[in-house]
């Protein structure tokens, strides 16, 4: 089993609609977590840390389930320019060692 | 100011020959990490420098990988005897501080491509 795990997709929504995603990670140890973006052939960039309280940026809502291990992200009112891989990345434990260990993605395609 | 940089963007060369990346960092980062990425597929962690620090090396897939940092700055990664399961985007990212809970930037990437 993979240590962290995502849908694929693609998820296919329309303009205006909102979407989830989920990531379950194995390790119970794991301490920190983010989602990252990535569109295509370019390189990932953070677009939010998940704090166990949850917290919004915008449009985006990011969620933690420790008891259940898994991570979500919501988006609203989707635009086109939405179109990319969402990354979960999780870190271990918070010593700087290799702990982040990255999901394959899931790609999310906006449609007009 | 200015992000990661990676020399070269692109690298097409033949199974059996030696490579050498580039990743220069973000100034005054002390973490660097080099990740490797196949078509479609997630990261995959390979080396981590954190300052003066002996490198985390746990991810590197065989021998005829190995990444040296010199002056706590830029960082190259060699890849010898090429295979064409190397090849490949190999991102780089630094980072400050001393945790993997900082935000991580990426360079570009270099697409290996071994023929």
């Known amino acids: 089993r993979k240590e962290v795990e995502q849908d694929p997709g693609p998820f296919n929504v329309p303009e205006g609609a909102t979407v989830a995603f989920n990531c379950t990670y194995s390790n119970s140890a794991s301490q920190s977590f983010f989602w990252y973006r990535q569109d295509c052939r370019k390189e990932p960039k953070l677009l939010m840390s998940?704090?166990?309280s949850g917290n919004e940026d915008g449009r985006f809502t990011a969620q933690l389930n420790r008891a259940s291990q898994y991570i979500s992200l919501l988006i609203r009112d989707s635009k086109l320019s939405d179109s990319a891989t969402y990354l979960c990345?999780?870190?271990?434990?918070?010593?700087?060692?290799?702990?982040?260990?990255f999901g394959s993605g899931t790609r999310l395609q906006v449609q007009p | 100011g200015a992000g990661v940089s990676q020399s070269p963007s692109n690298k097409v060369t033949e199974k059996g020959k030696d490579v050498e990346l580039r990743c220069d960092p973000i100034?005054?980062?002390?973490?660097l990490y080099w990740y490797r990425q196949s078509l479609g597929q997630g990261l995959e962690f390979l080396i981590y420098f954190q300052g003066n620090s002996a490198p985390d090396k746990s991810g590197l897939p065989s021998d005829r990988f190995s990444a040296e940092r010199t002056g706590g700055s830029v960082s190259t990664l060699t890849i010898q005897r090429t295979q064409q399961e190397d090849s490949a985007v190999y991102l780089c990212?630094?980072?400050?501080?001393?945790?993997?809970?900082?935000?991580?930037?990426f360079g570009p990437g270099t697409r290996l491509t071994v023929l």
């Open positions: 990345v999780v870190s271990r434990k918070n010593t700087g060692r290799r702990a982040l260990t």
């Open positions: 990212a630094s980072s400050q501080g001393a945790t993997t809970a900082k935000e991580q930037f």
């Open positions: 100034s005054g980062h002390t973490a």
């Open positions: 998940v704090y166990s």
